[in-house]
């Protein structure tokens, strides 16, 4: 059809001076991504006769053929300038290669066949019907693919960190080849990235195409099916991740961890996870809060979600524990107000109600901002809100305070959340300093953790945050009916 002729001519870049080679990453200067811009679109009158809306609605589908064939091109550029190239290969053994690689050719093959349907689909009318049952059919059929890849996500990721201090012939090759103009100067590893980022993505299109669909349609039940369904990928992938991230994580703090004095735990299991760990003050117990000035000397907690241990750092990477006990068993209140000045700024008691001996132990600490001692307090079920002085909680969700991130942040500890730029969080918990952080759950999948205020921006505009909360909850009750098979 000709639709499909001038929209391949034109994501080609073959027709014009600026060309891009079939594994560009990026679309061509001139290339047209907009539904409406197509020039068969334009010259067949039928813009006038649409709505606003469903022009929208258009591009809302349209915008999945269109990243789906510039995210396959990327897969070109992995596969034939990176994983092919013979100079490469000669580099590296064939274990570190296959771990490297992974599936790839499979993730590739899956794509293929994906913009396949999409375009046979598409290319028939020039105003053309949902997409969303070929999304559902590839998220029960294929997508699974993108769990085996993704589950070795973390295993690439040490390989290539490896190779590259490591393996002085695989860095220069690596270094050369993402110079090169097919890379469009996007380093190597942002490529092994992309199909992880790739169904997250196509989770976010099917959330746009669904908000533009009507209300009680056979469109919004199929586009409900299709989150559902790529939703699930997204979980297996997020759990198989994070599992093997847990306990990674769990054997190197193993590998650090002394018991001199006393028997030692298993850290490693398959039921524990880190979730905070960080550098504190102690006071010293041989002084008094009366008498003599407080002498603090540093520990270091690790804070499992059933564990707690309080060790004293030795060296850089060892840590000698000094006692634990079950996460139960632990309290942490802020310090009364007859405890004033700077000594005792972000100080607060930790208080063991039966340590690794059976005894009560309780401890003074003080954190390095006020912001650390109130995430702190947070991470104890002990501590209320009436507890945390110049701390706000919102128990109300309606009241929370909306923010969107506006520059990208990267969680620094196991209770934080990562953020991406435009998306939105509601606010549940904020920290009163100059530089604070926010505790939040983000709208699009519900996850919870802490962030800088640094990093977001607050929705002040009323109308902007009910409508996020109403697409929100639409997006949620949709796709409830399809789990609870009512759709």
């Not at 769990?147 to 590259?164: A, F, G, W």
């Not at 490693?268 to 002498?295: C, D, H, P, W, Y």
Request: with cysteine; charged share 30%.
């Amino acid at each position: 059809m000709e639709f499909a002729a001038r929209f391949r001519e034109k994501t080609s870049g073959k027709s014009n001076e600026n060309f891009v080679a079939r594994g560009s990453p990026v679309p061509a200067v001139s290339q047209t991504t907009l539904w409406q811009q197509q020039p068969t679109v334009r010259d067949s009158g039928l813009l006038d006769q649409l709505t606003v809306d469903q022009i929208k609605y258009q591009e809302s589908m349209f915008e999945v053929l269109t990243s789906e064939s510039s995210y396959l091109r990327s897969l070109y550029v992995l596969t034939e300038h990176f994983m092919e190239n013979r100079e490469l290969t000669d580099t590296i053994i064939i274990s570190d290669r296959k771990t490297l690689f992974s599936n790839i050719l499979k993730v590739r093959e899956v794509s293929e066949r994906f913009l396949k349907d999409l375009e046979e689909h598409i290319f028939k009318e020039i105003v053309f019907p949902d997409i969303c049952d070929i999304l559902h059919y590839h998220a029960q059929h294929n997508f699974s693919t993108y769990i085996d890849y993704v589950r070795n996500q973390t295993y690439q990721e040490k390989t290539y960190s490896r190779l590259m201090k490591s393996n002085e012939q695989f860095a220069a090759v690596i270094n050369r080849l993402q110079e090169l103009p097919q890379c469009q100067r996007l380093p190597f590893i942002s490529f092994l990235l992309l199909p992880f980022q790739r169904i997250t993505r196509i989770k976010m299109l099917i959330e746009n195409i669904l908000k533009r669909t009507k209300e009680g349609t056979p469109e919004e039940q199929t586009a409900s099916k299709a989150l559902t369904s790529v939703s699930k990928i997204i979980d297996c992938c997020n759990r198989d991740v994070g599992k093997m991230r847990q306990m990674e994580e769990l054997i190197e703090i193993s590998k650090m961890l002394e018991f001199d004095k006393f028997r030692a735990i298993p850290i490693i299991s398959e039921t524990r996870f880190l979730e905070k760990k960080g550098e504190l003050q102690e006071m010293s117990k041989s002084k008094t809060f009366v008498n003599m000035r407080a002498k603090f000397s540093p520990v270091y907690l690790f804070l499992f979600n059933d564990h707690l241990l309080i060790t004293i750092k030795k060296g850089s990477d060892r840590y000698v524990v000094m006692d634990h006990t079950h996460r139960s068993l632990v309290q942490a209140q802020p310090l009364d107000e007859c405890f004033g000045g700077a000594t005792y700024e972000n100080c607060f008691n930790l208080i063991m109600l039966e340590n690794h001996q059976g005894r009560t132990m309780e401890r003074l600490l003080k954190a390095p901002t006020k912001s650390d001692m109130q995430r702190w307090l947070a991470a104890f079920p002990s501590t209320t809100k009436e507890d945390v002085d110049e701390e706000v909680i919102y128990e109300d969700w309606a009241d929370c305070p909306q923010v969107q991130c506006v520059e990208q942040y990267i969680a620094q500890q196991a209770d934080e959340l990562n953020l991406e730029p435009t998306e939105i969080v509601n606010v549940i918990r904020k920290t009163n300093e100059a530089l604070g952080w926010y505790e939040g759950v983000r709208l699009s999948d519900g996850q919870k953790g802490w962030f800088p205020d640094t990093n977001v921006i607050e929705i002040t505009n009323e109308h902007v945050r009910r409508r996020n909360v109403k697409e929100r909850y639409r997006v949620s009750q949709a796709t409830m009916m399809v789990k609870c098979g009512k759709a």
